[in-house]
C-alpha cells in the first residue's frame, strides 16, 4: 500500500512539472509571436517609407507612437488621384498605427531619420510588454524617449528607403 502512495505522489508531482513546462512553453510562443510581429510591422513601414520616398526624404514621417496613444484618425487626399506626399506620410501612419495598435496593442514606435537628401536613413524602434522580461533591454534604452520599464522589449532596424 505505502508503495502505491509513493509511486502516486513520484507520478503527481511528474505531472505537475508538466503543466509546468506546459505552461511556460505558451508563454514562449506567445513571446516568439510578437516578436515575429514586431519585425512584420517594421517591415510593413520600411515598405511605405520606400514607396514614399519624397515624403520621407522631407522628414514627414518622424513619428511617436507611445504605448496608450490611439491611431491618429484616417485623413483624406485633397486630390485623391493624386495624394500629396504629406498626405501620404499621415495616411500611412495612421494605417500602420492602426495595424500595430490592433497586434501589438501596449507597444510603442518610434521612427527617427538622420542624413539627408539620397543618404536618409530610418531607424526604426519597436518596443511591447513582454511578459516573461525580468530586466531591461538595452536597446530600450537607445529609443526616444528612452523606455526604462523591465517588461518592455525592443526591435530597432535601420532601413534605407
Not at 8 to 21: E, K, N, P, Q, R
Not at 40 to 69: H, K, P, V
Not at 116 to 140: N, R, S, Y
Amino acid at each position: 500500500m505505502i508503495e502505491v502512495l509513493v509511486a502516486l505522489t513520484v507520478v503527481a508531482f511528474g505531472m505537475l512539472g508538466l503543466a509546468g513546462m506546459q505552461a511556460r512553453s505558451i508563454s514562449f510562443n506567445k513571446d516568439s509571436f510578437d516578436r515575429k510581429v514586431a519585425a512584420e510591422m517594421i517591415e510593413q513601414l520600411s515598405e511605405r517609407l520606400r514607396a514614399n520616398f519624397d515624403g520621407f526624404s522631407t522628414n514627414q514621417y518622424n513619428f511617436t507612437m507611445l504605448a496608450g496613444d490611439a491611431p491618429p484618425a484616417l485623413g483624406a487626399c485633397g486630390d485623391p488621384l493624386n495624394c500629396q506626399p504629406d498626405e501620404l506620410a499621415d495616411r500611412d501612419w495612421a494605417m500602420w498605427t492602426a495595424d500595430v495598435r490592433r497586434y501589438l496593442p501596449v507597444s510603442a514606435a518610434f521612427l527617427d531619420t538622420t542624413g539627408g537628401g539620397q543618404q536618409v536613413l530610418a531607424t526604426i524602434t519597436m518596443a511591447w510588454q513582454e511578459g516573461q522580461a525580468a530586466t531591461a533591454d538595452p536597446t530600450c534604452a537607445l529609443a526616444v524617449p528612452p523606455i526604462t520599464d523591465p517588461t518592455y522589449r525592443c526591435f530597432s532596424w535601420t532601413v534605407r528607403p
